[in-house]
């Protein structure tokens, strides 16, 4: 490798439990997956990038396209141009990360452009950057989890995130967790309600405040139905990454997998982002000998469950294992 060669390397990540508390500042528990995306390249003076699972080439300068995983390259070479002065590449995408799945292949996508195109910056930095430029390909006004799972992943390790505070903690997974994607469908956040729940959490937080530190007594101050359900969601939501937080360092996993259970059914109740072919995907794998626990995972309407399952557990699904972030 010469010094203008690139080679990088971002995996994927699948959230534990937490969901949708992101955008209202609150707790999530990711593990980046053994699956990645590659690019491998030259510097160059501009940017001219392959994908293997794509026919089109993306070319900056060039016409910015309304869609598809080259809107992602306009948008971190503008951000980055913006940031750090102009940067090209010459290179090539490979993923192992399903797309539309829900792991966020394009989180790690839009992190490892900018590290190939050469951004020199701090972690925080690198999360803010990568999910401006997701927001701007997509137009959903998605939070932080996806980017910060994936720079802040330890080997071995599920990530604590605090949205609010901006923590990042690390607790060991056991060796006899084992953790089982299923893909149930495909699906974008953009064709889903997911703006709708962020503007549902924005109403809310009017009505009563941050909802990062909103107690369940507060619930009695909305008056609407449906956001009275989507706030107990969070508050809920947020309590329970909590006591996983405490059940994955006791190696209690018969616990941590109730309280994935639980999450399901607040996001499908309460939320409703889950699916009816989500909701069965999660009802059969608890009914599978082995599975501890069993939930949607990510930012649903679609996608993937995740699985808790004591080893050696006969589970259909992809078997992933916690790894290092890219940093
Ligand atoms: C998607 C978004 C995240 C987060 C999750 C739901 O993955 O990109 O910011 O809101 O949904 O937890």
Do not use: K
């Not at 001219?48 to 869609?67: F, K, N």
């Not at 802040?152 to 060991?172: E, F, K, L």
């Not at 449906?226 to 994955?248: F, G, P």
């Amino acid at each position: 490798m010469t010094s203008d060669d690139v080679a990088v390397a971002v995996p994927g990540r699948v959230n534990l439990i937490g969901d949708h508390t992101d955008y209202t500042g609150g707790l999530a528990l990711p593990i980046a997956i053994d699956r990645w995306t590659t690019i491998t390249g030259t510097r160059s003076d501009r940017i001219q990038l392959r994908s293997d699972d794509e026919p089109v080439v993306a070319l900056v300068p060039g016409d910015e396209p309304p869609s598809g995983w080259t809107r992602h390259v306009h948008a971190i070479a503008t951000l980055l141009a913006e940031r750090t002065g102009w940067v090209g590449l010459h290179g090539t995408i490979t993923t192992t990360i399903p797309i539309g799945a829900g792991l966020s292949s394009s989180a790690a996508l839009d992190i490892a452009l900018a590290l190939a195109c050469g951004a020199d910056m701090t972690p925080h930095e690198l999360i803010a950057l990568a999910s401006a430029a997701e927001r701007h390909a997509t137009g959903v006004p998605t939070g932080l989890l996806d980017q910060t799972a994936i720079v802040h992943a330890r080997d071995g390790h599920a990530t604590v995130i605090d949205v609010a505070s901006a923590s990042i903690a690390h607790v060991p997974v056991p060796p006899d967790a084992e953790i089982v994607i299923r893909h149930v469908a495909q699906r974008t956040l953009a064709a889903s309600g997911y703006t709708q729940r962020v503007r549902e959490c924005a109403a809310i937080e009017q009505q009563i405040g941050p909802l990062a530190t909103a107690t369940l007594s507060q619930l009695d101050e909305i008056d609407d139905d449906v956001l009275r359900r989507r706030a107990r969601h969070v508050i809920t939501e947020n309590a329970r990454v909590r006591s996983a937080v405490d059940a994955l360092a006791a190696c209690d996993l018969v616990a941590f997998g109730a309280l994935m259970v639980d999450s399901h059914r607040s996001l499908a109740e309460d939320y409703a982002v889950s699916t009816a072919a989500m909701d069965d995907a999660v009802a059969s794998a608890l009914a599978t000998r082995g599975v501890l626990g069993a939930r949607m995972t990510g930012g649903g309407f679609g996608g993937c469950i995740v699985m808790l399952v004591e080893p050696g557990s006969e589970v259909d699904g992809w078997r992933v294992r916690p790894v290092d972030g890219p940093c």
